[in-house]
């Protein structure tokens, strides 16, 4: 099956710096990969999602790359704020299915003030 | 409603006993989600619903584990002779119609299990 790998389990970054956050998976009919946030004490929820017919994609201060060759995934903050403090998963399809999604296992991001 | 809705927000339980978690999904989505989320862990898929389907139950750890959604809405989490490492969040989510393209999971808040 899937297993999707995340990088790093702990970030901490200063307020207005960038945060990077890398993932791998294995399965190479993986075509989805969303990224998730949870504020502490929160629900999950989505942020921003890439498929596999592009290279990257952007959302204001979150980006997200492919590289479907390596099989890695990554998100990029830019001009990271105190809000953006949050456990952050990565996750792909499992086996090409529309709805399995395999997650890693987070990396909680601090931005200190 | 809303949003997802999981009751109770928080049980505790002793070992041995059973439990039933309850999620009830946003109207009109087709799909619903059990995830487990350990310390320290990502979300760990139990069970899918779609629909009228059969549901996915191929993440659920053992035969302790069973879910039923009834009616296409609500769905239940039983746990059978609950053991300590069951201890958890579980979180369910429902998506509008993941079968036409990758939809975005919708979650509830959880249920923090605990077993004594």
């Known amino acids: 099956g899937e297993n999707v790998e995340q990088h790093p389990s702990t970030l901490s970054v200063q307020e207005g710096d960038s945060a990077v956050i890398k993932c791998t998976y294995s399965?190479?009919?993986?075509?989805?990969f969303p990224w998730y946030k949870q504020e502490l004490g929160k629900r999950p929820q989505l942020i921003i999602d890439?498929?596999?017919?592009?290279g990257e994609k952007k959302d204001q201060r979150i980006a997200v790359t492919l590289n479907k060759t390596a099989k890695h995934f990554s998100l990029h903050i830019t001009e990271t704020q105190p809000e953006d403090s949050a456990v952050y998963f990565c996750?792909?399809?499992?086996?090409?299915?529309?709805?399995?999604?395999?997650f890693g296992k987070g990396t909680l991001l601090t931005v200190n003030p | 409603g809303a949003g997802v809705s999981q009751s109770p927000s928080n049980k505790v339980t002793e070992k041995g006993k059973d439990v039933e978690l309850r999620c009830d999904p946003i109207s009109g989505h087709t799909a619903l989600y059990w995830y487990r989320q350990s310390l320290g862990q990502g979300l760990e898929f139990l069970i899918y619903f779609q629909g009228n389907s059969a549901p996915d139950k191929s993440g659920l750890p053992s035969d302790r584990f069973s879910a039923e959604r009834t009616g296409g809405s609500v769905s239940t989490l039983t746990i059978q002779r609950t053991q300590q490492e069951d201890s958890a969040v579980y979180l369910c989510a429902s998506s509008l119609n993941p079968s036409s393209t990758n939809e975005k999971l919708f979650f509830g808040s959880g249920t923090q299990l605990s077993v004594l």
């Open positions: 996750a792909a399809n499992s086996g090409g299915s529309n709805y399995k999604l395999t």
């Open positions: 399965d190479s009919a993986s075509n989805y």
């Open positions: 890439i498929r596999s017919n592009v």
